[in-house]
């Protein structure tokens, strides 16, 4: 087996036969298979996926006994995976024509590429329009290259898709996945992925996905929530702290960790929330002030530290708007 796709699903009724048929029709030179979980859906999740395995040999539509939440139920996928490269797709986001032959066909050329992924069109469920595209349109995209590392995980933060990613198999691939994050588990994910089979981080700029953006999605979630976006700073913050465990320098670590506090302060100010802008951009400082004191992400954040206490200024500075 070549490829397997793992879809973890819950409660997507609505999104969930779309996703499969996207990967499920895909044209391939070699055998691949998807996994799909249903996490103890309340709707008619299952229901579809039964439907869909009993036309599609390649689909193995799986249940879990009950909820147990998607870190358990991304290493369960892990465990029936059979593939020799392993890919992860959202079960409400959507593959595109080619997806799986081309990163397939990157890895077998780039045996030093530990993990691949590709360009996503970030669309409004809603309407079926562009939003962004995920990585070219992130805002620290000046400072990413086609092949990077864990390092710029870490200083860079969330610019790889979730439902982008194919990696290779290796022994402790389960071991990858951090029960200890509540909210984001990709980016731990990727993290720990690169420090257990260390090499390349390595992009494909065609679209070869598409994100949706929906109430109950990642994005719609957090923007309900301020609660929410501070947990997910949280496991952003402990996916730097795991890189130590494997090396990774404590100056990195802390310069990671002031980078996402900076990136969290930017999000509240865009929110009109000025006291967690406040206070999260002076964690940001704090966060380096022993081992790197004096330093910023860039003249961004230093601009926004200098003036954290005119907020209105910082907004207008940096998005153009007053906060």
Known sequence: MKVSVLVPVYNLERFVEPCLLSLLEQQTDFEFEVVAIDD????????????????????????????????????????????EYLAYVDGDDLALPGKLQQQADYLDSHPGCTLCYHEADMFDDATGQTIKL????????????????????????????ASSIMFRRYEEMANAIDEG?????????????LSLNPGTLDFIPEVLGRYRMHVQSF??????????????????????DNAAQF???????????????YSAALYFLRQGDNA??????????????????????????????????????????LFGVSA
């Open 134 to 161: 995920f990585t070219r349109d992130y805002y620290n995209a000046r400072y990413l290259k086609p092949v990077m590392d864990r390092e710029a995980l870490i200083r860079y933060g969330v610019f790889v898709n």
């Open 219 to 240: 994005g719609g979630q957090t923007r309900q929530s301020p609660d929410r976006r501070e947990q997910s700073l949280h496991d952003l913050l402990r996916a730097c």
């Open 276 to 317: 967690r802008f406040e206070h999260f951009i002076a964690q940001s400082i704090d966060e380096v002030s022993l081992l790197a004191p004096g330093w910023f992400f860039d003249e961004r954040h230093q601009l926004a530290a200098t003036h954290h206490k005119t907020p209105q200024y910082v907004a207008k500075a």
């Open 40 to 83: 103890g859906s309340r709707d008619g999740s299952w229901t579809i996926m039964q439907r869909l395995a009993a036309r599609w040999p390649r689909l193995r539509a799986l249940q879990n006994p009950q909820n147990m939440g998607l870190a358990k139920t991304q290493k369960r996928l892990l465990t029936e995976a059979r593939g």
């Open 247 to 261: 090396g990774a320098a404590p100056v990195l670590v802390a310069k990671g960790r002031s980078h996402h506090l």
């Open 181 to 193: 994050c509540k909210i984001i588990l990709d980016y731990p994910w990727h993290i720990l992925n």
